[in-house]
């Protein structure tokens, strides 16, 4: 009944919506075939403003108590600024606000106005009468620090820089930091989304998507070729992130500056004359018209209408949400078409960049890629390496090789880090990291973008997908200056974006597709389920994609590379083999006699499916063949996240699951035989590369054993049937001298070929000869 009640109610606008939508859509399309023709761009004015006094622009109504609590604490904030002043707009309060300005603060300037214009109107008002290059506008609520000015004006380093926005806290530092002055914009199902950071690492002026109207300083000259606040988006709400988005838009920044705080008591004086709905009709109404002014990229503005008409519909059937249109808003916006081709005309004449770049501008590495001039670096370069996975202790192949390159950059660059974790209690045996200097931040991973079979993305790649891990990324760049953005695994290369200076650096552990693929032969067709060669459709178009954004991508062997390479010719020189897989060989010692007899030994982590899946053809495949011929052999088990014994029925005496080891070296020494029995994936074995150097002999399948041996006997035994594969351990148990002159060979050839040293100084170098290509 009360979804009929609200269809019922909301018929009139059902009716009508498809008119909302389309003669906007209409006077849009029309006023920017007409700019095509006639529309000129205005070319901005960038003069440096002077930054030794300051004009304060204070809006205010019916506020006269807010007045009295914190003018006082403003006024003492520009003591040391001569020539400063304070401005009280008072917008037609009847609370005695202006009688009490004159008569208790007769320093204060009064801008006394008949009629309540709103936030909007009376900052325009003020900045307009100002007599300073620099206006900072506070709320009426906002207690400031008795030094908040001078960061402000200090953030004023360059002409083009807009507006400097306060890092804004709450006077109970128990409440939720809702705002904090550190704001970030995206672009999301056809919609502006907008949000604020808590981000204490941030202690420098950083850029940020919009500057808050109540705690900001603008550059007046600016702010007034701007137009100032909008009347479009009257009586509230969003006029300064409109703002914000057309100084970027106009080749202008905008920064926060931690350094300049300000408490806001957060009155909620709109709260207190408007109801909830009219608010909320209100906030619904903007966010569609700022699409409509600001948005000249076709492709998203028409995703705008799109969601604004299903955004309206859906909330009619199932109610309002805070993050979607509905009919009322988007029929508020709809009777201010003329006023948004207005706004939408003067906004095409003052941008200089398109909407893809203006989104990208405030986040922090494309920040410093475009207003930084980067030379060609002369001394340790600055490198962010982002994991996917914990990497202390290393208890996977993948664990292994970040690992060692972290530890062995470390010294030759400055080096930061970010991993994700599954959990806090993963967190502190990185601090050996930290502990050799690295800066390392952790995210706590969740679950990333939906999954569904529509979706054009991998499911490894969406999972990773995170706005939080993309804030880190663009931070670190920028706070570290970095040159070198260095991504672990595929599913990290979604965030190899477009930089001019900065480079970005892709491994691929493996390459995800020719696993898929591997898979799907392996396993062959499912009946009545199209999602593996789905994923495999996805994998290939994504990975090719993101191989093609990079500036260097890594692959583990030359086989690797040859089968990219297949594929997308052209990334020839860009994709390369030998920089990235190795170990620290000399950490490993040799032992190749010694060994306990009739024992095999298998290492992995069990959450890897390759590896889950090799187990299962171990046991029940091989075994049985191996026990055949020696009774007494005994399988061990090593590794993270291993299968439940219960799973298996080979006897106790010839079964054992040790589980997660601290240090995979001494099961190397302990056993006789190595055990590779990989079916699918890619990349190259870490668990065979240490067992070359730690000189326990190796059986393994061809796949296991790509890029690192192809001939059975030279440096492992190599067999691909369950009976061939048995027979070679068979082969390796019963002939020990045989199996340590294959060691021998096994060991000084990963001494020649797969030392992590010699591979860590070959990949430096590689940074900085593309880094000089890229910024020549």
């Known amino acids: 009944m009360r979804v009929l009640a609200r269809i019922l109610r909301g018929l009139p606008w059902l009716i009508l919506s498809p008119l909302l939508i389309a003669v906007p859509a209409l006077a849009l399309a029309l006023c920017d075939l007409v700019w095509a023709f006639a529309g000129r761009r205005k070319p901005p004015v960038n003069q440096a403003p002077r930054t030794d006094a300051v004009s304060i622009v204070i809006p205010t109504w019916n506020t006269r108590d807010l007045l009295e609590k914190y003018l006082p604490h403003t006024l003492r904030a520009i003591e040391g600024l001569p020539g400063s002043e304070i401005i009280v707009v008072d917008n037609g309060s009847q609370d005695g606000s202006a009688d009490y300005v004159r008569q208790a603060f007769p320093t204060v300037r009064l801008l006394a106005l008949p009629t309540n214009l709103g936030f909007g109107g009376g900052s325009n008002a003020g900045i307009t009468a100002a007599k300073n290059d620099i206006v900072i506008l506070l709320n009426s609520d906002m207690r400031v620090e008795p030094d908040f000015a001078r960061p402000l004006l200090a953030a004023f380093t360059a002409p083009d820089i807009f507006a400097v926005s306060c890092q804004i806290f709450f006077p109970d530092p128990s409440k939720h930091r809702e705002e904090t002055g550190l704001t970030e914009g995206w672009w999301d199902t056809g919609m502006?989304?907008?949000?604020?950071?808590?981000?204490?690492?941030?202690?420098?002026?950083?850029?940020?998507?919009?500057?808050?109207?109540?705690?900001?300083?603008?550059?007046?000259?600016?702010?007034?070729?701007?137009?100032?606040?909008?009347?479009?988006?009257?009586?509230?709400?969003?006029?300064?992130?409109?703002?914000?988005?057309?100084?970027?838009?106009?080749?202008?920044?905008?920064?926060?500056?931690?350094?300049?705080?300000?408490?806001?008591?957060?009155?909620?004086?709109?709260?207190?004359?408007?109801?909830?709905?009219?608010?909320?009709?209100?906030?619904?109404?903007?966010?569609?018209?700022?699409?409509?002014?600001?948005?000249?990229?076709?492709?998203?503005?028409?995703?705008?209408?799109?969601?604004?008409?299903?955004?309206?519909?859906?909330?009619?059937?199932?109610?309002?949400?805070?993050?979607?249109?509905?009919?009322?808003?988007?029929?508020?916006?709809?009777?201010?078409?003329?006023?948004?081709?207005?706004?939408?005309?003067?906004?095409?004449?003052?941008?200089?960049?398109?909407?893809?770049?203006?989104?990208?501008?405030?986040?922090?590495?494309?920040?410093?890629?475009?207003?930084?001039?980067?030379?060609?670096?002369?001394?340790?370069?600055?490198?962010?390496?982002?994991?996917?996975?914990?990497?202390?202790?290393?208890?996977?192949?993948?664990?292994?090789?970040?690992?060692?390159?972290?530890?062995?950059?470390?010294?030759?660059?400055?080096?930061?880090?970010?991993?994700?974790?599954?959990?806090?209690?993963?967190?502190?045996?990185?601090?050996?990291?930290?502990?050799?200097?690295?800066?390392?931040?952790?995210?706590?991973?969740?679950?990333?973008?939906?999954?569904?079979?529509?979706?054009?993305?991998?499911?490894?790649?969406?999972?990773?997908?995170?706005?939080?891990?993309?804030?880190?990324?663009?931070?670190?760049?920028?706070?570290?200056?970095?040159?070198?953005?260095?991504?672990?695994?595929?599913?990290?290369?979604?965030?190899?974006?477009?930089?001019?200076?900065?480079?970005?650096?892709?491994?691929?552990?493996?390459?995800?597709?020719?696993?898929?693929?591997?898979?799907?032969?392996?396993?062959?067709?499912?009946?009545?389920?199209?999602?593996?060669?789905?994923?495999?459709?996805?994998?290939?178009?994504?990975?090719?994609?993101?191989?093609?954004?990079?500036?260097?991508?890594?692959?583990?062997?030359?086989?690797?590379?040859?089968?990219?390479?297949?594929?997308?010719?052209?990334?020839?020189?860009r994709v390369q083999a030998g920089l990235r897989a190795g170990i620290d060989v000399p950490s490993y010692p040799f032992t190749p006699a010694g060994r306990e007899p009739e024992t095999m030994l298998f290492l992995g982590s069990f959450r890897h499916l390759p590896n889950q899946e090799a187990l299962n053809w171990l046991i029940h495949q091989v075994m049985p063949h191996i026990l055949r011929a020696r009774p007494n052999a005994r399988l061990v088990i090593v590794g993270a996240d291993p299968p439940p014994r219960h799973l298996f029925t080979l006897p106790e005496k010839n079964l054992e699951i040790r589980g997660f080891v601290p240090d995979v070296k001494d099961p190397l020494r302990r056993y006789a035989v190595f055990l590779c029995p990989i079916l699918t994936g890619s990349g190259i074995r870490v668990k065979l590369l240490e067992s070359f150097a730690a000189g326990i002999p190796c059986v393994s399948t061809r796949i296991g054993a790509e890029g690192l041996g192809e001939t059975d006997g030279d440096l492992c035994r190599l067999a691909d049937h369950p009976e061939d594969f048995a027979a070679r351990v068979v082969e390796t148990l019963a002939d020990p001298a045989t199996a340590a002159a294959m060691s021998q060979r096994a060991r000084h050839h990963v001494e020649q070929h797969w030392d992590m040293a010699t591979v860590t100084r070959r990949l430096e170098q590689r940074y900085r000869d593309a880094l000089a290509q890229k910024r020549a």
Not at 292 to 312: C, D, E, T, V
Request: one cysteine or more; proline letters at 7%; charged letters at 25%.
């Open 192 to 573: 502006l989304r907008v949000g604020h950071r808590i981000d204490p690492k941030v202690r420098e002026p950083y850029p940020c998507f919009y500057a808050g109207g109540g705690s900001t300083a603008f550059h007046r000259a600016k702010f007034l070729e701007l137009g100032g606040f909008d009347p479009l988006l009257a009586p509230f709400y969003l006029e300064d992130t409109d703002l914000g988005y057309m100084a970027w838009k106009r080749g202008w920044r905008v920064l926060y500056a931690p350094a300049s705080v300000v408490y806001h008591e957060h009155r909620g004086t709109i709260g207190r004359k408007f109801s909830r709905q009219y608010i909320q009709s209100i906030v619904k109404k903007n966010f569609i018209l700022f699409a409509w002014k600001n948005i000249h990229h076709w492709p998203r503005l028409s995703s705008s209408f799109f969601f604004a008409f299903a955004g309206g519909l859906l909330s009619l059937l199932f109610g309002d949400a805070p993050e979607r249109p509905n009919l009322l808003g988007l029929a508020r916006a709809a009777r201010q078409w003329p006023a948004a081709v207005r706004s939408r005309w003067r906004a095409r004449s003052l941008a200089t960049i398109g909407d893809l770049e203006a989104f990208r501008r405030h986040q922090g590495g494309h920040y410093l890629d475009t207003f930084f001039e980067r030379p060609r670096p002369e001394g340790p370069l600055s490198v962010v390496m982002v994991c996917p996975y914990p990497v202390c202790p290393p208890n996977h192949g993948g664990g292994v090789f970040m690992n060692q390159t972290a530890r062995l950059l470390a010294p030759m660059t400055s080096l930061g880090m970010i991993v994700l974790v599954d959990s806090p209690e993963e967190i502190p045996p990185h601090r050996e990291l930290e502990a050799a200097g690295i800066e390392v931040d952790y995210l706590v991973r969740v679950e990333g973008r939906s999954r569904g079979i529509t979706n054009l993305e991998p499911a490894a790649v969406r999972e990773y997908a995170s706005r939080d891990l993309a804030w880190l990324i663009h931070r670190q760049l920028f706070t570290r200056r970095a040159d070198v953005l260095q991504l672990e695994y595929t599913n990290m290369g979604q965030y190899a974006e477009p930089y001019r200076q900065t480079l970005t650096s892709v491994f691929e552990h493996d390459v995800y597709f020719q696993s898929v693929a591997r898979r799907l032969r392996q396993n062959g067709p499912r009946p009545g389920s199209v999602k593996p060669l789905v994923e495999y459709l996805r994998a290939l178009r994504y990975e090719l994609n993101m191989l093609r954004q990079a500036d260097i991508a890594q692959v583990c062997t030359r086989e690797n590379l040859r089968y990219v390479l297949s594929f997308a010719p052209e990334l020839e020189g």
